[in-house]
């Protein structure tokens, strides 16, 4: 091997980002935030059940629930915070790629890409929330 051959190999590269790079974002994110949405509603209309369902049994099986969707609910709004920050975000990385700006939009493009990834990682912990309340459901079905 030659050493300019070793020489490329050691440099770092350079990545040329344009405006379509962060746009790519912008449907995922769209649809993530939807998603969320989603979530938060379904849970909403949830605990308005159990809270009816709570005034007119009062089972004690009921606080473990609440509990879970508390904290449901809680890593929803992270979740929710964490994509439209990561929007916001890659929004900026498309203004300063216009603006050629191009370390600024990829430092911005790079941070959307943590936030997006940390909602994400949450949105996964809330899976398995949600996963151990519906077993709680089941085996106080089959109690019954």
């Known amino acids: 091997m030659d050493s300019l051959a070793f020489n490329r190999r050691l440099q770092p590269r350079l ?4 405006i379509s790079t962060p746009a790519l974002l912008f449907p995922a994110i769209s649809l993530l935030l939807l998603a969320y949405t989603n979530r938060f509603l379904v849970i909403a209309q949830l605990i308005r059940s159990l809270y009816k369902q709570l005034n007119e049994t009062k089972e004690r099986h009921m606080k473990q629930q609440i509990l879970h969707l508390r904290k449901r609910i809680h890593l929803i709004r992270w979740m929710q915070s964490l994509g439209v920050m990561a929007f916001i975000l890659c929004t900026l990385s498309m203004g300063s790629l216009i603006l050629e700006l191009e370390y600024v939009g990829e430092g911005l493009l790079g941070g959307s890409l943590l936030l997006l990834l940390g909602s994400l990682v949450i949105c996964l912990i809330e899976i ?3 996963g151990a309340a519906l077993s709680i459901q089941l085996n106080n079905l089959e109690d019954l």
């Not at 990545?15 to 344009?18: D, E, F, G, S, Y």
């Open 15 to 18: 990545i040329m980002l344009n």
């Open 128 to 130: 398995h929330i949600s």
